[in-house]
Nanobody, 119 residues
Framework: QLVESGGGLVQPGGSLRLSCAAS????????MAWFRQAPGKLREFVAT????????YYANSVKGRFTISRDNAKNTVYLQMNSLKPEDTAVYYC??????????????WGQGTQVTVSS
């Protein structure tokens, strides 16, 4: 089970840190990723990190603003989001699976956490 937290309302230019805690099994050998889905849009890739944390890949829309990291000892993955924009507003989902930007590569999903960027 994956459980996201840390979402909320933030002003443009602000920051948020999302967390995704795994329970019931360990995901230390899996890649972890964040996806997001805005109202009326398809779920899109945000960032992924490999099992060891040594490699990460980002969507162009968030590169330089978002940072994905993980702590395998805590079975937790994070998404630090800086310089937030209104277009970052979406439900953010955590996922576990293969190291890919393809949604189909992930077998486990969280329930999502809402991020709203608005003044």
């Amino acid at each position: 089970q994956l459980v996201e937290s840390g979402g909320g309302l933030v002003q443009p230019g602000g920051s948020l840190r999302l967390s995704c805690a795994a329970s019931g099994r360990t995901f230390s050998s899996s890649a972890m990723a964040w996806f997001r889905q805005a109202p009326g849009k398809l779920r899109e890739f945000v960032a992924t990190i490999n099992w060891s944390g040594s490699n990460a890949y980002y969507a162009n829309s968030v590169k330089g603003r978002f940072t994905i990291s993980r702590d395998n000892a805590k079975n937790t993955v994070y998404l630090q989001m800086n310089s937030l924009k209104p277009e970052d507003t979406a439900v953010y989902y955590c996922a576990a699976g293969q190291y890919t930007f393809n949604r189909g590569g992930y077998d486990y999903w969280g329930q999502g956490t809402q991020v709203t960027v608005s003044s």
